[in-house]
């Protein structure tokens, strides 16, 4: 499976980069960081192909099976349901939402 990890740069981001750097048959093909200077720096020192600063960069590409949201939660209803409609899978990092709302909306995608 080809991942990328959204909000790389973060705590969680960098302990999920770490554990799927070991996982046979998992590829991290592409980071989403804060700025463009942060996470291309993150990539060269992961070897990590591509770095982006929006979602929607590195959801555009092919080689993207799934995402790993590890953004700020208040982002996450929105990205989870942007990342679904461009036919990606999605891992929310805790929590999933900030509201039910947000939740159910994730969910009835």
Known sequence: MRICVAGAYGAF???????????DGVEITSVMGPT??????????????????????????????AVILSTPT?????QAITCMKAGK???IEIPM???LADS??????
């Open 13 to 23: 981001g960098l302990k999920h980069l770490g554990a799927l750097a070991v996982i």
């Open 36 to 65: 463009a200077t942060t996470v291309n720096v993150l990539a060269a020192e992961r070897g990590i192909n591509h770095a982006g600063a929006t979602l929607e960069e590195c959801i555009s590409r092919d080689d993207v099976d």
């Open 97 to 99: 939402a900030v509201s």
């Open 104 to 109: 159910e909306a994730i969910v009835c995608v």
């Open 74 to 78: 208040c982002l996450h209803a929105e």
């Open 89 to 91: 899978h999605v891992l």
